[in-house]
């Protein structure tokens, strides 16, 4: 386990979080987000249709540029951002540059994050230094689960990762693999998109909720967790035998 060392509280170790978070406030200020609904995409579907056909790989580059810059923000609307990127470049292309922009925005809130956040939680007490520890010990496994199955936020999981203070490996290596499926539902549902548009009905985001698609995932998500089975019950085992 690597320990996360207490360091200063200064103000420098925020500034890259502030950074962020004043870049989210004046995305939302200038009007931003009334961009990322359904209504807004499926009138403008056609131009930036138009836009991908023209631009090839830049316009791919773009889509990932603006991805991740709004995982970055922390803005919602990345789940129908993915569905329009299946839309325009195909469901496992759109699922793919999806994940590489979810995964560099996710990257670079992790690291703000923990620069400025790491280690203050071993100043609250014992307890709350165990569950960080543990966290810690078991990040991959932990960190698959949250992105296999998005019980919480995305930023939120984030935050947290962040504050605990993960390996950067783990945290990339987790959240890369960890959100391929749910992605790529989303993805596919990009190729009904036009459909929805005609019959005026949003994208059915509680997809995930059914059980044939819920089932299996749950399933990833409990193989993810065998390995932190293991090491309990080793260590369990290792401490009867003495």
Not at 33 to 57: C, D, I, M, P, Q
Not at 179 to 204: H, K, M, Q
């Amino acid at each position: 386990m690597a320990d996360v060392k207490q360091r200063p509280v200064t103000a420098r170790r925020f500034v890259p979080l502030g950074m962020l978070i004043a870049a989210a406030g004046l995305f939302v200020a200038l009007g931003g987000h009334r961009y990322l609904t359904f209504a807004a995409l499926a009138e403008n579907r056609e131009f930036l249709f138009e836009l991908v056909k023209r631009g090839g790989s830049l316009a791919a580059l773009g889509y990932i540029l603006a991805y991740a810059g709004l995982v970055t923000l922390s803005i919602p609307g990345a789940a129908l951002l993915t569905i329009v990127g299946g839309y325009l470049f195909g469901p496992w292309l759109g699922a793919a540059y999806a994940v590489v922009g979810a995964t560099l925005g996710a990257t670079i809130v992790f690291l703000a994050v923990r620069t400025g956040l790491a280690g203050l939680l071993a100043r609250t007490g014992p307890r709350v230094r165990r569950i960080e520890a543990g966290f810690r010990d078991n990040g991959l496994s932990y960190l698959l689960v949250l992105r296999l199955i998005p019980i919480f936020p995305f930023w939120l999981v984030n935050l947290v990762a962040g504050v605990v203070g993960l390996r950067l490996w783990v945290y990339v290596l987790g959240t890369f693999f960890g959100i391929i499926p749910v992605t790529l539902i989303y993805a596919s549902l990009g190729n009904g998109f036009g459909t929805l548009v005609a019959e005026g009905r949003p994208p059915d985001l509680a997809i995930l909720l059914h059980p044939s698609v819920f089932l299996p995932i749950l399933g990833l998500a409990t193989l993810a967790l065998l390995p932190v089975v293991y090491r309990r019950r080793r260590r369990r085992l290792g401490g009867a035998s003495e």
